[in-house]
């Protein structure tokens, strides 16, 4: 009952988030910066640059003694441009114009959400 979240670290693809037992656990956002991951078969795997950032709004207890709890869960899908040595906001990116990001966009949304999470609160945030 202490623990109020759980951040997964060293995962080098994202992972999905989930509620379990009133807690948030993200069990892994994936490269916030990274160079090229390069699979056993010695080709590129895309995953390896993406990530998401996860943002937490705590509301203090309501009374002494009582738990701090999450108001607002969300996440906001990234992508690591090796060629610039850029993090970039997909969300934003797509807004601009960029609608090659959208698939990289959506498959992170889909993994991030791929065990409930939106029907506990999760939403992809701006």
Do not use: C
């Not at 610039?84 to 959506?106: F, P």
């Not at 993994?111 to 029907?119: D, H």
Request: hydrophobic fraction near 35%; avoid cysteine.
């Amino acid at each position: 009952p202490d623990i109020d979240l759980i951040i997964g670290t060293h995962a080098h693809v994202p992972q999905a988030y989930e509620k379990v037992n009133g807690t948030w656990v993200v069990y892994g956002m994936g490269d916030q910066i990274a160079g090229a991951m390069i699979n056993y078969q010695g080709v590129q795997d895309p995953r390896g640059n993406q990530s998401s950032m996860g943002r937490f709004t705590f509301a203090p207890p309501a009374r002494p003694g009582g738990r701090w709890t999450v108001e607002k869960a969300e996440f906001v899908p990234q992508w690591y441009d090796t060629g610039t040595g850029r993090v970039v906001d997909l969300n934003t990116s797509i807004k601009a114009g960029a609608d090659h990001h959208r698939q990289v966009r959506d498959r992170i949304r889909d993994v991030v959400l791929g065990r409930g999470a939106a029907a506990d609160g999760l939403v992809m945030g701006e």
